[in-house]
T-cell receptor
């Protein structure tokens, strides 16, 4: 079992839809959880960061962490064509290199 | 623009050859990380350097090596190349010895796409 599992998609939604992306993980030492967004032919860039369990909201984006289930989610409200990208979850225990999921490819259709 | 510069952007070479990928981190960042991205494996951590010293090692093959120079730029050397080494190689940098515990942010370059024929 990989440390971090993420459904690669692809996921295609109409503009304005609510998008739900998620990852599961096996390492209970993970405390820091991030979502990176990667546009085509670009490097990943940090989108959201959460420490331990709980929710964090930033504009149209909400990140959720459920450590008891080892499950993290990213919700995108009112999705836009500009949200079309690959979304990678990432996590670590604080003093170790980030472990990434494989990424979910999202297309938002106008 | 993340501030991380990688060269070359594209590289095509033959099996058995050796290549060197170069990375200049963001100004002020002391840590450099190398990641390999392929369709089947995703983004895999290879190695990290902090201020010239190796800090952490991931799934890096023995045929691969890296170093960080006094000016903090880093090079990833890939030798005896195989078809399976074809991938995107990303360099990332951060200020701290580990990704910042405040923002969790690594700053990635745009990658070097390696094709081995």
């Amino acid at each position: 079992q990989k440390e971090v599992e993420q459904d690669p998609g692809p996921l295609s939604v109409p503009e304005g839809a609510i998008v739900s992306l998620n990852c599961t993980y096996s390492n209970s030492a993970f405390q820091y959880f991030m979502w990176y967004r990667q546009y085509s032919r670009k490097g990943p860039e940090l989108l959201m960061y959460t420490y331990s369990s709980g929710n964090k909201e930033d504009g149209r984006f909400t990140a959720q962490v459920d450590k008891s289930s080892k499950y993290i989610s990213l919700f995108i409200r009112d999705s836009q064509p500009s949200d079309s990208a690959t979304y990678l979850c990432a996590m670590n225990s604080g003093n170790t290199p980030l472990v990434f999921g494989k990424g979910t490819r999202l297309s938002v259709i106008a | 623009d993340s501030g991380v510069t990688q060269t070359p952007k594209h590289l095509i070479t033959a099996t058995g050859q050796r290549v060197t990928l170069r990375c200049s981190p963001r100004s002020g960042d002391l840590s450099v990380y190398w990641y390999q991205q392929s369709l089947d494996q995703g983004l895999q951590f290879l190695i990290q350097y902090y201020n010239g010293e190796e800090r952490a090692k991931g799934n890096i093959l023995e045929r691969f090596s890296a170093q960080q120079f006094p000016d903090l730029h880093s090079e990833l050397n890939l030798s005896s190349l195989e078809l399976g080494d074809s991938a995107l190689y990303f360099c990332a940098s951060s200020v701290e010895g580990s990704p910042s515990m405040i923002t969790g942010e690594l700053f990635f370059g745009e990658g070097s796409r390696l094709t081995v024929l």
